[in-house]
């Protein structure tokens, strides 16, 4: 499983980023969070997309697009969750060893309650393969549409729509919903 | 929509919702210099200045706004700020609305509003913020000016600021002890700190003033409980140097303030004054302690000396009071175009004890002409630094690196002083 290849744009200068991050650093948390399960892993990953753009601005110029800022932070995620993958692999812990669905459920219930509805469909989601995951987010938590997503994940807008719909239809299985 | 999609949709939204903008880990892992501009210029002017530049940045913050009633202070008093609690700093709002606004170090939004009192009769300008070790009080002062009889009566206000349910509620109440004597001004380049247990805060005045500017040369320490003060002037002064004091922080215990005190000439018609050392009769900033265990007094008997500028030290650019007894300088060093800024702790007799930070960048970009550290109840300090390239750079020193707040810089000001 490897990176998606993301085409990677200029960057903006400081001031730029510090502008992209004032306004868009909740909703890039609330992604990785979303994707990694809790909000410390969540934050750092965004952190590091920002500390990463912030060292690429000083050989480029131009802009540093939202889209490209989304998908970095979706890479950063895909790093941790390999990290994790490969923990459990070879007997390491990582906060304690739990399961991406588990630390997703078990995060989301240490700040609110979540409804035991949304607990199942949370629990459904994480079930599913990673770039399924994704355009879900990327698609109901982001509202982004299927162009919008196929920036995002490098893939087509095609290939996003075929995504999102077997990924919908096995969310619905899994939840005991005719699809 | 399907009834997959709306629960999908829904429990998106629920588990998202959590994460509250206000408790976000304040800011990215930045790098630490800050941009270079353009191509590199000339700096050979400021060479002879570069050995021991300290510059005084002041900037007038005018324009009128006035403010609203006085009220019975309450009772001072603050648990600490755990480590990792969502943080505040105070901005001066963009010319010419000079309001102070409470921003959050996380996103940058505007959290709450400190809207300048409107005094009939009195013209206010803000002038400095502290923050209180709670991180939710910030105090403010204005320069108060009476528009009937001019600038001979102005003086020096000082509110708090509170708020809570994340600044849905806010109050200014003027604090017991002032307005303070002299001219009121508690002047830029000037600061302002409250006492580790909330309930003395601390902040320079000025009686001199010269070519129409005015000077921080005298110390203030109010009690927030009773309103009892104290003060500490004269007894620094040199001839022929104009004496200042840019900073003070206090020490953990509460018993003392830390001051840098800088000899400088101004320079005409500026808001500027130089440290200078091509001059005759220099005498490099020192670092002092202040015991603020008496009534007050001279400022020559009631400070020890605890560092002066060395070769070691070619230019303490600022100084604090660190959480264990010891100082933390900020220190320029190296040629103009080599110049490096290290933020260290240093013991009492002057050896190093560690680096907090270190950026070589300033070489390149230019030296910036005023250096300030600011700590907070947590012993982060906030870094900002300014140039006349660059403007104002601002970040918390955290773990070698400089995380930048998410703020917005006038082109005019030091719109940060509180955090």
């Known amino acids: 499983m490897g990176h998606t290849s993301v085409p990677e744009p200029a960057i903006a200068q400081p001031g730029a980023i510090a502008a992209l991050f004032r306004d868009h650093h909740a909703e890039l948390v609330r992604l990785a969070l979303l994707m990694v399960g809790d909000l410390p892993t969540a934050e750092d990953v965004v952190q590091d997309v920002f500390a990463s753009l912030h060292r690429r601005s000083r050989a480029h110029e131009v802009d540093a697009p939202l889209p490209y800022v989304r998908a970095a932070v979706l890479n950063g995620c895909r790093s941790v969750l390999r990290r994790r993958a490969i923990g459990r692999r070879v007997g390491m812990t990582h906060r ?73 239809a096995a969310l619905a299985r899994d939840l005991g919903e005719p699809s | 929509m399907t009834r997959t999609e709306e629960r999908l949709r829904d429990a998106l939204s629920a588990s998202a919702g959590r994460v509250r903008d206000d408790r976000l880990r304040p800011l990215p892992a930045l790098e630490t210099e800050p941009q270079r501009p353009g191509p590199r210029r000339h700096m050979g002017w400021l060479v002879p200045a570069a050995a021991a530049l300290s510059v005084l940045l002041i900037v007038a913050l005018a324009v009128t706004l006035t403010g609203k009633s006085h009220k019975n202070a309450p009772s001072a008093g603050y648990p600490a700020l755990p480590a990792g609690f969502p943080k505040y700093f105070a901005q001066f709002g963009d010319p010419p609305k000079l309001d102070v606004v409470i921003r959050s170090t996380s996103t940058g939004t505007e959290v709450t509003p400190a809207m300048t009192p409107d005094v009939p009769g009195w013209r206010l300008t803000p002038q400095t913020v502290a923050a209180a070790p709670d991180g939710r009080t910030f105090y403010l002062a204005y320069q108060a000016v009476d528009l009937q009889k001019q600038q001979a009566t102005s003086q020096t206000w000082i509110y708090r600021l509170t708020f809570t349910h994340g600044g ?207 700590p907070d109840s947590t012993r982060h300090y906030l870094l900002l630094t300014y140039n006349s390239q660059n403007g104002l750079v601002s970040g918390w020193i955290d773990h070698g690196k400089l995380r930048f707040l998410p703020a917005r810089h006038p082109n005019s000001g030091l719109p940060i002083t509180a955090w």
């Open chain 2, 168 to 374: 849905s509620a806010n109050s200014m109440e003027w604090i017991k002890g002032d307005p303070f004597p002299g001219r009121g001004l508690l002047v830029n380049g000037g600061s302002m700190a409250v006492s580790p247990d909330g309930t003395k805060l601390a902040f320079t005045g000025a009686t001199q003033q010269q070519d129409g500017q005015s000077w921080p040369d005298e110390i203030f320490v109010v009690d927030l409980r009773t309103g009892v003060r104290s003060a500490w002037r004269v007894g620094l002064s040199r001839p022929g140097q104009t004496f200042t004091i840019p900073g003070i922080s206090w020490t953990s215990d509460g018993r003392s303030l830390v001051f840098r005190a800088v000899w400088c000439h101004p320079n005409p018609n500026s808001d500027v004054c130089l440290d200078d050392p091509a001059r005759p009769g220099y005498r490099g900033p020192q670092v002092r302690s202040l015991d603020v265990g008496t009534r007050g007094g001279t400022l020559d008997h009631g400070s020890t000396l605890r560092l002066g500028q060395s070769a070691r030290y070619p230019v303490i650019a600022d100084a604090v009071a660190g959480p264990g007894g010891e100082l933390i300088l900020a220190v320029l060093s190296g040629p103009a175009d080599a110049a490096t800024l290290t933020v260290e702790r240093v013991d009492a007799t002057g050896r190093r004890l560690g680096v907090l930070y270190r950026s070589t960048a300033y070489g390149t970009v230019g030296l910036p002409a005023s250096v300030t550290l600011t």
């Open chain 1, 96 to 168: 304690a060893g739990i399961s991406d669905e588990t630390t997703m459920l078990a995060s989301a219930e240490s700040e609110v309650i979540l409804s035991e509805d949304r607990r199942q469909v949370l629990a459904a989601l994480a079930r599913l393969p990673r770039r399924r995951r994704e355009v879900l987010v990327l698609r109901y938590y982001l509202g982004l549409s299927g162009a919008e997503i196929a920036a995002v994940l490098g893939i087509s807008a095609g290939t996003v729509k075929s995504t999102a719909a077997r990924a919908l």
